[in-house]
Nanobody, 125 residues
């Protein structure tokens, strides 16, 4: 059974930083795609970043590419989303999700099969 567990959310002031973690377990494939999404109440889930776990390839949304970094630790089976220069509009529930690598790291949430429970990020001005 595939499980994803996020952590690292919290409350920070604008300009601050946070690092989110997504630990993946139970995935039998050695390569898969992990994506980060965020959602605020009443809005659709928004793709933020993605990484080919076990391979090369990282992707960031235009809105965060100069502030966020996505990395992986294959020993710990964890994907990190390092967020810097945070803005109030970055406030959201952040989710990580996984899908098979052969399907590609898409940006549509419907294409991801496995999801974590989410971690809240709140940025105050």
């Amino acid at each position: 059974q595939v499980q994803l567990v996020e952590s690292g959310g919290g409350s920070v002031q604008a300009g601050g930083s946070l690092r989110l973690s997504c630990t993946v377990s139970g995935y039998t494939d050695t390569r898969f795609c992990v994506g980060w999404f965020r959602q605020t109440p009443g809005k659709q889930r928004e793709w933020v970043a993605a990484i080919y776990f076990g391979a090369r390839g990282t992707y960031l949304a235009d809105s965060v590419e100069d502030r966020f970094t996505i990395t992986q630790d294959s020993v710990e089976d964890t994907v990190y989303l390092q967020m810097a220069s945070l803005k109030p509009e970055d406030s959201a529930m952040y989710y990580c999700a996984a899908r098979p690598a052969y399907q590609g790291c898409g940006i549509g949430p419907a294409a991801y099969s496995y999801w974590g429970q989410g971690t809240q990020v709140t940025v105050s001005s």
